[in-house]
């Protein structure tokens, strides 16, 4: 069965800083793999996705992630964080086949001014 | 579009109760997705849609929970009788046929049963 790991909970990092937010996956076939971010109270967003080709993925609000399948990691990252950026980010996973996905447990993002 | 279209958004109900969630999919979007989300067990998928033919309700917690797509646009999720346990914001989710999309969600109901 497919599984995402999210390692840290929560990640504190002052505005202005870089950030650098993990995710590992667990699944035999080839993965399509997801960022998403949850503000309070809201809906998750689409941060960005990576499905082939170019390991290195852009997406929206500065952020990007890389897809290292010899890692199984997924790793999300922004060179400089924003106040706004402050919320929970959610790694998941997906395959042609299976249609559903599967989410990591979450990152709970502060941000210090 | 307006997005996926939940409601309520927020519903308190007394134990025993029936609890009725709604959903509006993205106009066009082959599958719907229900989710659950608490803080003791995160984001979980209960069923989801292909069609409006339920394809797998293995994450359904029990019998008391149901769900319906009784055409492309619209969803249901019934919980009868509701429990506190079932306290939760519930999602409803989005996605087009072909295999390289992501889901779009929308913005949740969160239940309170007391």
């Known amino acids: 069965a497919q599984s995402v790991t999210q390692p840290d909970i929560h990640i504190t990092v002052s505005e202005g800083a870089s950030l650098e937010l993990r995710c590992n996956y667990s699944y035999g076939a080839t993965p399509y793999l997801f960022w998403y971010v949850q503000s309070p109270g809201q809906g998750l967003q689409l941060l960005l996705k990576y499905f082939s080709g170019d390991t290195l993925v852009q997406g929206i609000k500065g952020f990007e992630a890389e897809f290292k399948r010899s890692q199984s990691s997924f790793n999300l990252r922004k060179p400089s964080v924003h106040w706004s950026d402050a919320a929970e980010y959610f790694c998941a996973v997906t395959s042609g086949s299976a249609r559903q996905l599967t989410f990591g447990s979450g990152t709970q993002l502060t941000v210090l001014p | 579009d307006a997005g996926v279209i939940q409601s309520p958004r927020h519903e308190v109900t007394e134990m025993g109760q029936e609890v009725t969630l709604r959903c509006k999919p993205i106009?066009?979007?082959?599958?719907l997705f229900w989710y659950r989300q608490t803080m003791m067990r995160g984001l979980e998928l209960l069923i989801y849609?292909?069609?409006?033919?339920?394809?797998?309700d293995s994450g359904m917690p029990e019998d008391r929970f149901s769900a319906k797509m009784p055409n492309a646009s619209f969803s249901t999720l019934k919980i009868q009788p509701s429990e506190p346990r079932d306290s939760a914001v519930y999602f409803c989710a989005s996605s087009l046929r072909t295999v390289n999309t992501e889901a779009f969600f929308g913005q949740g109901t969160r239940l309170t049963v007391v």
């Open positions: 106009s066009g979007h082959d599958y």
């Open positions: 849609f292909n069609n409006n033919v339920p394809i797998d």
